[in-house]
């Protein structure tokens, strides 16, 4: 099954988007940004799978379990599989860039499927 964000939060540095696994092997969509961010474990155990700019060939695998972090690299696909019931994952994208110049909310720059981020 699919699954969708089931909260959005900003911090004074953050934008922060939690979504729920509910059952083991509940998926969410392959998908990229254009800008690079943290996916961190918030319960449970999750699968996630990168693939370096839709290279399929290169696939990267990781296992993580609470609070163990992924960095996802701009334009790079993403995917991840709950691997026990009741999952949580947050993605967490700076608010600003090097210059302090605010960026985009991170859901402008979202691709899902088969494409790469804008």
Request: hydrophobic share 35%; aromatic share 10%; charged share 30%.
């Amino acid at each position: 099954m699919a699954v969708q964000c089931v909260r959005r939060e900003d911090t004074d540095r953050h934008h922060i988007y939690t979504t729920q696994y509910q059952r083991v092997d509940d998926v969410c969509e392959l998908h990229a940004h254009a800008r690079w961010h943290l996916m961190q474990c918030r319960k449970g155990r999750v699968q996630v799978v990168l693939w370096p700019h839709g290279r399929t060939d290169q696939m990267v695998l990781k296992e993580v379990g609470f609070l163990d972090q992924v960095e996802v690299p701009a334009g790079w696909w993403h995917q991840v599989t709950a691997l026990e019931d009741d999952c949580f994952t947050s993605c967490i994208f700076d608010l600003f860039d090097e210059e302090g110049l605010k960026l985009d909310d991170p859901k402008a720059s979202f691709d899902p499927g088969t494409r790469v981020a804008r």
